[in-house]
């Protein structure tokens, strides 16, 4: 059986345990038990999860944090289950879905919703959600902790580079180490209860529902933290929705979190961090990364990490943009041209770049489902990724009794999400009128928080916060 | 081109603007050399240096390497996440370069490999002096190659095994 499972890396190591078995299509697949249905596929060579629901086009994953429905399967009868974050079990039973999902018979969730009142919700345990959860709990408070992933941390757990920042707080750490800090410190507080897997998908007059494949729970909290991250912008071009785009990110999670090669040879678009950083880790990982494309006319992440990947033999090509996959039901080649101006292609500088992935780095949106059904007041902030929601400098929304933060509360990165989180958890424990909230240690925090955001890759950000940081 | 537009940082905007050593603090022993040009907010390798000689204005500032206090001790290549420090010595018989280095296979004592320049062109073979572990968490490694020509310790930024 092929398998694109990766046996060393410089920096990281899989737990590859317990092996399991499942049924795809009638085929008898090995995985291991921490990882998820689409990554055992992927691993197995399936790049066609599904196929779409009115053209019947080959889909493929493209999110891989459980943030698109590219990846839905059938797994044991249940239609629209999104692969990338359900985790495997032994004779799991999974299929290929055509079209729309038929309702199944009896859906296991449905049989009994459990209640659950709490004090402090927070939705989200990446960067943000840990640490509002930690900080709440270090002021009193006590908290549920919800994540739709099968384990805590976020994006954390795939950002195998050292975090720049302040040697104050975690520079020079890697992501994965903080993550790991984080998640321990989460499981040693008794007064933080962990609902791994679960996604929160609903308000009901107050309450929050959440579901896993086999439960449901009502949560009626007095206070809500959404931390819910933000998902990766698709780009216009021409099939590019074929198995074989992916998000940067997913990449990222797919060679990073599980061990697995995206691909063999790679065509990034975007020369943001995010796509220069997830360039430079596609070496480490021993895959070949074909060509970096930029439609600005500048590299727009740091110079650093521009530099890491140029002094590895890897061109940069700016004022480039994407215009077609080429392929049949995989990506075999990519058609790339110049952009003028008004970043619109040049006729006659159209050129192939041969690869069997492409990687969308185009940038994030916050992932405001939540705070959109639960009615708050939104403002569309292009310098903080889309639609946002308004807020205090403690994070409280126009809803008294619902925060925000992190990416979800304007897209960043994992140092001021860290930041936001512990503001937003503390406030939360303050209103709820526990004692112990360090309010000095609080205004600190924001203060530096100000001052990361204080140079020049800070100052979009600034503008987009003058926008939304209009509440009382 | 600019650095800007290929990521490969420009060689006379360092020598221009004070990030390279002068010629006569080489010949007295290794020196660390900082290619972070751009303001970004990261401070670690200011508090890392035990001789006080990385400044910075504000955690946005651009680093400046004080080059008679620098001991070219590697303390500050250890913590700098954007692995943009390196060493240089033309004080030794042989002239040598450390690099940080994340990729497979690692290199070994001894061994032969090839040097790349900043765009990642190669510059010809080195010998490896040492490869160090920086810590037992982060698993960064630094490789010290040494070569003949000490013209090319301002240009041998990686290496490539075999």
Known sequence: ?472 | MSHFETGIIDITYLRANGFLPPEEREKKGPVAVIECIQEIPCNPCVGACKFDAISMDGINGIPHVDFTKCTGCMSCLKVCPGLAIFIQDKSKAKPSVTVPYEYLPLPTKGGTVTLLGRDGATLGTGTVKFVLQTDNVSRSSLVSVEFDDSALCEQVRNIKVG
């Open chain 1, 1 to 472: 059986m092929e398998d694109n499972r990766i046996a060393a890396h410089p920096i990281l190591a899989w737990k590859r345990e317990n092996p399991v078995r499942i049924t795809y299509d009638g085929r008898q697949i090995t995985a291991y038990s921490l990882e998820t249905v689409a990554m055992v596929l992927y691993a197995a060579g399936v790049k066609q999860y599904s196929t779409s629901s009115r053209f019947y086009r080959p889909r493929g994953m493209f999110c891989a944090i459980g943030k698109c429905s590219s990846c839905m399967m059938r797994v044991d009868g249940i239609p629209n289950t999104r692969t990338c974050v359900l985790q495997v079990q032994d004779g799991m039973n999974v299929e290929t879905q055509h079209g729309d999902g038929k309702f199944p018979g009896v859906q296991a969730a449905m049989r009994g919703v459990k209640e659950k009142n709490v004090e402090i919700l927070v939705i989200g345990g990446g960067p943000a959600g840990l640490e509002a959860s930690l900080w709440a709990a270090k002021a009193g408070a006590h908290v549920i902790l919800l994540d739709q992933n099968p384990q805590l941390g976020g994006q954390l757990v795939k950002q195998t580079h050292k975090f720049f920042g302040s040697a104050n707080e975690n520079a020079g750490t890697r992501g994965i180490t903080i993550a790991k800090k984080l998640v321990e410190e989460v499981a040693a507080t008794p007064s933080i209860t962990v609902y791994s897997g679960f996604t929160a998908f609903g308000w009901f007059q107050g309450a929050v529902c959440a579901a896993d494949q086999d439960h449901a729970v009502l949560f009626h909290p007095r206070k809500v933290i959404v931390a819910t991250g933000a998902a990766e912008k698709m780009l216009m071009f021409k099939n590019n929705d074929m198995p074989g785009v992916f998000g940067a990110g997913a990449a990222q999670t797919l060679m990073n979190v599980y061990g697995i090669k995206p691909g063999n040879k790679v065509l990034m678009v975007g020369a943001g961090n995010v796509g220069l950083i997830v360039s430079y880790q596609l070496m480490q990982a021993g895959i070949e990364v074909a060509l970096v494309i930029e439609g600005a006319p500048r590299v727009g992440g740091y110079l650093v990490h521009a530099s890491k990947i140029a002094r590895n033999g890897v061109y940069i090509m700016t004022r480039h943009t994407v215009l077609e996959a080429v392929g049949t039901d995989h990506v075999e080649a990519a058609i790339i041209a110049e952009v003028d101006e008004n970043w619109q292609p040049i006729p006659g500088t159209e050129q192939r770049v041969e690869c069997d992935t492409i990687c969308l780095s185009a940038g994030l949106k916050p992932s405001t489902e939540l705070l959109e059904q639960a009615k708050l007041d939104l403002a569309y902030t292009g310098e903080l990724g889309g639609w946002v929601a308004k807020r205090n400098w403690a994070m409280r929304t126009s809803n008294p009794d619902i925060f925000a933060a992190g990416d979800a509360s304007g897209v960043e990165e994992a140092s001021t999400a860290m930041m936001e989180g512990k503001i937003a958890g503390l406030q939360a424990a303050y209103d709820l009128g526990h004692a112990d909230v360090p309010v000095e240690e609080q205004k600190e925090t924001r203060h530096n928080l100000d001052d990361l955001r204080a140079g020049p890759f800070g100052t979009k950000i600034c503008i987009g916060l003058k926008c939304v940081e209009v509440l009382e």
